[in-house]
């Protein structure tokens, strides 16, 4: 079935380095994606979003790659800082009546002080 | 910004009680909410997809005579498990979309409802 998944379980940065969170994704028919942040005993926050006619995308201290090729997505985070540790979820939909988001498997990210 | 409210946050109920959360949206209007669940560690399942007016659409696996939902209102969803056991034990999360015909329609996802069932 389809399934959105992501290489690293954890990833552990120290402060003031870049963080780069990848996901693979199996559906070539989506075309949106999203990159959530969730904090413990939280619901996700929207990050940043990527249409398919994109091949990247920026925003404040974060930039969002995608490469339809190989059906691969990365968030990459600048100078990470101690308030970035979460778990970072991607998902994607595809155009629809529901628009449903499958979220992937998420990343913990951790940044040492 | 859009807010999505949960409520309650945590709830603690016996085995075999049925429970209901409720899923606002504050300052917009929602023609569509979801549904989802979130186990420890896991990523978030959607359960279902709750249009206003009309019955909820469930994902595969997923009871609907369980998990009850109602959509009565633009701002209001509701969940309710019914005879909850320990294994419905869970990160329960709705969220809203913007009702403004967006092409894909941000969801605003609400703060989550822990529930434990003894």
């Known amino acids: 079935g389809e399934s959105v998944g992501l290489h690293l379980p954890t990833l552990s940065v120290q402060e003031g380095d870049n963080s780069i969170i990848n996901c693979a994704y199996s559906?070539?028919?989506?075309?949106?994606f999203i990159w959530y942040k969730q904090e413990s005993g939280k619901g996700p926050q929207f990050i940043i979003d990527i249409r398919s006619n994109m091949d990247k995308r920026q925003g404040q201290r974060v930039t969002v790659l995608l490469n339809k090729t190989v059906k691969h997505l990365s968030l990459q985070i600048a100078a990470t800082q101690p308030g970035d540790s979460a778990v970072y979820f991607c998902?994607?939909?595809?155009?629809?009546?529901?628009?449903?988001?499958?979220f992937g498997t998420g990343t913990l990210l951790a940044v040492q002080p | 910004g859009a807010v999505v409210s949960q409520h309650p946050s945590r709830v603690i109920c016996k085995s075999g009680t049925s429970v209901k959360i409720e899923c606002r949206s504050l300052?917009?209007?929602?023609?569509?909410m979801f549904w989802y669940r979130q186990f420890p560690k896991q990523s978030l399942m959607l359960m279902a997809t709750?249009?206003?007016?009309?019955?909820?659409t469930y994902e595969q696996g997923v009871e609907k005579d369980k998990f009850l939902i109602n959509h009565a209102s633009l701002t209001l969803s509701t969940l309710t498990v019914t005879s909850a056991h320990p294994e419905d034990s869970s990160f329960y999360i709705c969220s809203a979309r913007v009702s403004s015909g967006w092409g894909h329609g941000e969801q605003f996802f609400g703060p989550g409802t822990r529930l434990t069932v003894l």
């Open positions: 559906n070539s028919a989506s075309d949106y």
């Open positions: 998902a994607e939909t595809y155009g629809g009546a529901t628009n449903k988001l499958i």
């Open positions: 709750s249009n206003e007016g009309s019955k909820a």
């Open positions: 300052d917009f209007q929602a023609t569509t």
